[in-house]
């Protein structure tokens, strides 16, 4: 896991101190994406002590291979805070409890601000293991947040201009790490 971080610091440093412009090819994508989960699920293993989100074979698969697990939906924001090096984790576990297309399905919410760079993933499991295999939702969230988040896993096997149009401060930071608290929509993929 250190080669992991240590690969992700080389390639995305100027990005994350600076926030130079970049362009992520599709193998940088892949890093960041394999990064990403890896601190999802440490942040879940220091929030949760009972019964983690990101169960073992999950874990097993992803140390094994850094492979992220379909049911993961990854985005990147670019982040102009008050403080030059900013840095915080916050995870939420959501549960719909009306039913409707997402009831029965529990949702891990992970948002990572590193220097300039906001990561954000979310990933769905069934709350009952007997549907385990059934395929999970993939949710499109507010639009609203479209001119300053770009999703970037699943990967588009395609690049990335980075950063979006525009920027999250301090003003509304809390209000995208709420997102997913909100009404969203499913996307049929």
Do not use: C
Not at 69 to 77: F, N, T
């Amino acid at each position: 896991m250190s080669d992991l971080t240590n690969r992700t610091k080389q390639a995305f440093s100027e990005l994350i101190v600076n926030g130079t412009p970049t362009t992520l090819q599709p193998k940088d994508i892949d890093l960041l994406a394999a990064f990403t989960f890896m601190k999802a699920v440490v942040a879940d293993h220091a929030t949760v002590k009972d019964d983690p989100f990101f169960v073992a074979d999950v874990r097993e698969q992803f140390r094994g291979s850094f492979s992220v697990p379909s049911h993961v939906q990854m985005w990147i924001a670019a982040y102009q805070g008050v403080y030059r090096y900013s840095g915080r984790f916050v995870t939420n576990v959501l549960t719909p409890d009306k039913p409707g297309p997402l009831y029965g399905i529990e949702f891990y919410s992970f948002t990572y601000v590193v220097g300039r760079v906001v990561l954000q993933l979310l990933a769905a499991r069934w709350k009952d293991i007997r549907h385990k295999g059934y395929p999970l939702p993939v949710l499109n969230p507010n639009a609203y947040w479209n001119p300053a988040v770009i999703e970037f896993w699943p990967n588009a096997d395609a690049p990335i201009s980075w950063p979006p149009s525009k920027w999250i401060g301090d003003d509304v930071i809390e209000k995208f790490i709420e997102r997913f608290n909100v009404p969203i929509n499913l996307r049929i993929a």
